[in-house]
């Protein structure tokens, strides 16, 4: 435990990952340094200034106990790398837009720039400890091998720093809104390692690590490619349950049955369990649907085309779900949006969260706007800058043109958004849009008055009384 004093841990990228991991572990570890190292000057401007760039409870209260004192910001790669031993790789890894494997498989790019950056801070320092490349990043099995190979042939002034180094995987699972929750009592920490002396000794550094917090029964070690996959897998397993609930909700809605009954019907079960079985909208997030992605791509690579086929269909079954309410929106509306005012309560991709990254709600804003309608959006968190840059992120091919951006109008509450709306759309479970005062919206709106609750959270019986034409997912058609 001593020697663990003396460790420096770095953080390569400032992200959720980056930022929400060195946040927890330096508040367990006030005897060690945990620096996070970022190439955009404006996120870590944002850290240091104490805005912190991202909303999710707690985190702002977590970082200041520690800011200063053992957690460090910052965008000098000399500074962040001197004296460290263990390099967390915290990038992103989207889904790459061009190529080979273009909207499949995930785009290294970023991986493989920040261990290069890695590689050549030692390729002039003799290395007189190990070092491990940690990846924390969701990779697909083998990328340590690549990752290898990168940081060895730079190796070239100082030849014994090949001996010295090790490269393991640790992916993540936290899941935004509920992160801290996640990263503290996690239900396992992963941890792959090679077999080699050098390997075992910082696994046993990293093990250590955890265990002031995470029961070491918790902590399971195995090798680096199980660990790789074991990540995409675990995303594609919960992609899955999404899938297989909302796949059942059209059919409760044209049978009269709640999906939630059906939910609780199926997941008492306890070898099905009750988690992660809410119909929905559909599953976004930035984590989901690139590593089910990635799943198909590696399947189809490795030349199982029925792997691949399988879970492709889990995709297709999200994807039909945003269109199939979006097309229902439209019709309802006697397919014509034009000069039609339409309020979107909720755009981040779960409640508790500003992260609009891959949201459902980009998919049925687009098909609106394609319709001319006018967007007001109310959200309690996510911003429209934010929003707008990820609808280009997630539709590549096709931009937002003028016209359609001069429609997109973010409010400041629900009442501000409903002003002569046609109707309500939910897109984001956010608490308070289930107490809402859904007769005070009623009467700012033009009629009739619709509601779509894509999340499940309102009376429908309550809202027919105001007045309101109502759908609710997986339990009732448009009435
Ligand atoms: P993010 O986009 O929030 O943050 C990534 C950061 O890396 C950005 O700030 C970017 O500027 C920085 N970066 C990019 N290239 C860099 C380089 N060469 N050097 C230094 N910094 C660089 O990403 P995230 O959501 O934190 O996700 C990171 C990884 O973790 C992804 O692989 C993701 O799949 C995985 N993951 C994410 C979550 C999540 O909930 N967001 C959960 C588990 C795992
Ligand atoms: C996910 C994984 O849960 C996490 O382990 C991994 O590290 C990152 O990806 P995240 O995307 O942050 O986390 O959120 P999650 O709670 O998994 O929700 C993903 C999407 O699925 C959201 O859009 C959510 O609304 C949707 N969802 C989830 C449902 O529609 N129904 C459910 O029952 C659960």
């Not at 910052?74 to 500074?79: C, E, Q, S, V, Y």
């Not at 809605?253 to 909208?281: F, H, P």
Request: glycine share 6%; aromatic share 10%; proline share 3%.
């Amino acid at each position: 435990m001593e020697e663990e004093k003396k460790t420096k841990f770095v953080f390569i990228g400032a992200g959720w990952v980056g930022s929400l991991t060195s946040a927890v572990l330096a508040s367990h570890w006030p005897e060690n340094e945990f620096h996070v190292f970022d190439i955009s000057t404006s996120i870590i401007d944002r850290w240091n200034s104490g805005q912190v760039p991202i909303y999710e409870p707690g985190l702002e209260e977590l970082v200041k106990k520690s800011i200063g004192k053992n957690l460090f910001f910052t965008a000098n790669k000399d500074i962040a790398f001197k004296n460290a031993t263990v390099f967390f790789i915290c990038v992103n890894t989207p889904t790459k837009v061009k190529g080979k494997g273009k909207g499949e498989v995930h785009d290294l790019k970023f991986v493989e720039a920040c261990t290069s950056a890695v590689a050549d801070y030692f390729a002039n320092v003799e290395m007189k400890d190990t070092i491990a490349i940690v990846e924390k990043s969701t990779v697909g099995p083998r990328t340590s091998c690549f990752l290898k190979s990168l940081f060895s042939e730079r190796q070239v002034k100082y030849k014994e720093n090949k001996n010295k180094f090790c490269v393991m995987s640790n992916p993540e699972f936290l899941a935004e809104g509920v992160a801290i929750r996640d990263l503290e009592h996690p239900d396992r920490i992963i941890i792959g390692s090679d077999a080699d002396v050098r390997s075992k000794l910082m696994l046993d550094k990293i093990v250590t690590l955890y265990s002031r917090f995470v029961p070491r029964e918790k902590i399971i070690t195995t090798s680096t490619f199980t660990a790789e996959l074991s990540k995409l897998a675990s995303n594609a397993f919960l992609a899955q349950r999404v899938s297989s609930i909302n796949s059942l909700s059209p059919i409760c809605e044209k049978l009269g049955i709640d999906v939630s009954n059906l939910s609780t019907c199926i997941g008492s079960d306890s070898r099905i369990g009750n988690k992660y079985l809410s119909a929905s909208i559909g599953f976004g997030g930035s984590c989901l649907e690139k590593d089910l992605l990635a799943l198909v791509y590696l399947a189809r690579s490795l030349g199982f085309e029925e792997v691949a086929d399988y879970w492709k269909a889990v995709y297709n079954i999200n994807a039909y779900q945003k269109r199939r309410i979006s097309d229902m929106i439209v019709q309802e509306m006697l397919n014509s949006l034009s000069f039609k005012k339409l309020t979107l309560l909720g755009v981040a991709f779960k409640k508790n969260t500003s992260d609009c990254r891959g949201s459902a709600a980009l998919t049925v804003a687009r098909d609106l706007l394609e319709e001319s309608a006018h967007l007001q959006i109310y959200d309690p968190k996510a911003t429209k800058d934010h929003f707008l840059r990820e609808m280009q992120a997630y539709f590549p091919e096709e931009p937002l043109t003028e016209e359609m951006t001069k429609h997109i109008e973010f409010m400041s509450s629900p009442l501000l958004a409903a002003k002569d709306s046609s109707a309500l759309i939910i897109l984001t479970e956010w608490d308070e849009f289930r107490s809402l005062d859904y007769a005070s919206l009623f009467e700012q709106m033009s009629k009739p008055a619709f509601v779509f609750d894509c999340r499940g959270v309102t009376d429908q019986e309550q809202l027919k009384t105001i007045g309101f034409k109502v759908y609710k997912l997986g339990v009732c058609l448009p009435q």
